[in-house]
């Protein structure tokens, strides 16, 4: 995944510590910049993903399939995939930077 495609919520600062997020081949796959493109790697597929904003928009447990969404260390968010065990981990303001973009429809669903 070393795609030039990645890209952040306009809400992250500057792209430093934040979620990233490839739209690629009918998927769209997370990772967290803090790990410099050699941590994990998320996939979600077109539904699971869909149902992850509509989680994430409002802000309620995910029921996806594809990833579960719990509360992390200092308020934060970890994001661990179902099928690879792969986790990731947000902190609060880089949560709520992508859950802004989330609402503000920077990825695709409606916006709220």
């Keep these: 995944m070393t ?3 990645w890209r952040t919520s306009s809400f992250s600062s500057n792209g430093a510590s934040c979620v990233e997020v490839l739209e ?3 998927a769209t796959y997370l990772r967290d910049t803090k ?3 050699e941590g994990p790697v998320l996939h979600l597929d077109g ?3 869909t149902a992850f904003l509509d989680e994430v928009a409002r802000d309620v447990p995910s029921a996806n399939g594809a990833v579960d969404v719990t509360a992390g260390a200092d308020d934060g968010r970890a994001v661990r995939e179902h099928s690879s065990g792969a986790v ?3 902190r609060d303001d880089e949560w709520v930077a992508f859950r ?3 609402l503000a429809g920077e990825f695709g669903g409606p916006s709220r």
């Design 3 to 5: 795609h030039t495609r």
């Design 24 to 26: 690629a081949d009918g």
């Design 35 to 37: 790990e410099h493109g």
């Design 47 to 49: 539904p699971a993903w």
């Design 88 to 90: 990731l981990h947000f």
């Design 100 to 102: 802004r973009g989330v």
